[in-house]
């Protein structure tokens, strides 16, 4: 892979969980970990795509120990049954939240649950995952001699637009239906697991799990290289600050694997769109335990929660 990521850690009997890794950030996250001697777990929606992917990791990871399952962030039927499937792997060392939906629809879309989908895809299924595999997480605590650890993914759009706890104070606020902005849906749903990520931080801390961040930076298909059927660079999007999909994976790399990260670590590109991973700060708006509080509480009651 051309990139100027070290390789990675060994992490040999370990089981890392990666949402959405099919694609994009999350299929380089996954070719990445692959090298670690871990077994890695890709959870998809399109089975086809599953199939793809794990042949191309395989092609740069010889002997990689992979799998895939099936999951659909937006039906909490699908989440409860896809983590029934994972929790018989028995161990789960690192849980990616990796998948989301970066270009919401032009108008309002609801899932089957009543849901907005773009808050459905990126935190509200997240969350109910997070809660079933609760226990299996915990079951993983001193089985090795790092703690486990979950990981979300932030945005730059968190940086553009600020948050009202307000906004998120409900389960009824996760409808989507107070002025349907499509940019402003997105950028609301990553403050949202700015906010529901560091406040799990502020509940595990003792606990022998940690929860962490990290964000892309401004990461394009233009420069990422090529994974036919998986990444097909353009020639349209080679911008001088943006980096590739292959080193936008980096902050979330560096978020599962340093063991010199501690809980409610924040990583992203140093030069803030691109560039190597270092620990950055989440913007105040969503990072204060009043936004945790708010967040925490409209997601708990929609999915059930759970008590770290």
Do not use: C
């Not at 994009?24 to 929606?45: D, I, M, P, Q, S």
């Not at 036919?228 to 979330?252: C, M, S, Y």
């Amino acid at each position: 892979m051309t990139s100027s990521a070290p390789r990675p850690p060994r992490r040999d009997g370990e089981t890392i969980v990666i949402t959405g890794g099919t694609a994009g950030l999350g299929y380089f996250t996954a070719e990445r970990l692959a090298l670690t001697g871990a077994r890695v777990v890709v959870t998809a929606r399109d089975p086809g795509r599953a199939d793809r992917a794990l042949a191309s990791i395989r092609a740069h990871a010889p002997g990689a120990d992979l799998s895939a399952v099936a999951l659909d962030l937006t039906d909490l039927t699908s989440v409860e049954t896809a983590a029934d499937e994972l929790a018989d792997l028995g161990r789960i060392d690192a849980l990616v939240l990796n998948a989301g939906l970066t270009t919401p629809p032009s108008g309002r879309t609801l899932t089957r649950d009543g849901l907005e989908l773009t808050l459905a895809t990126n935190v509200v299924g997240h969350t109910a995952l997070l809660a079933h595999l609760w226990p299996t997480l915990l079951a993983t605590i001193g089985r090795t001699p790092r703690p486990v650890r979950v990981v979300g993914l932030g945005s730059l759009a968190t940086r553009v637009l600020p948050f009202d706890p307000a906004s998120l104070a409900a389960p009824s606020d996760l409808t989507g239906d107070d002025g349907y902005r499509p940019f402003a849906q997105y950028a609301l749903s990553k403050h949202a697991v700015h906010a529901w990520i560091t406040e799990l931080a502020r509940r595990v801390t003792g606990t022998g799990v940690q929860a962490l961040l990290a964000h892309p930076g401004y990461a394009v298909d233009g420069l990422t290289p090529e994974r036919p059927g998986i990444v097909e660079p353009g020639r349209f999007e080679r911008l001088p600050f943006a980096q590739g999909k292959h080193d936008g994976a980096r902050p979330t790399l560096r978020a599962v694997l340093d063991p010199r990260l501690g809980n409610g670590a924040f990583v992203g590109p140093r030069w803030v769109t691109r560039g190597e991973p270092v620990q950055v700060s989440a913007v105040r708006s969503s990072s204060s335990p009043e936004a945790g509080a708010a967040v925490w509480s409209a997601l708990a009651g929609v999915t059930g929660g759970f008590a770290p």
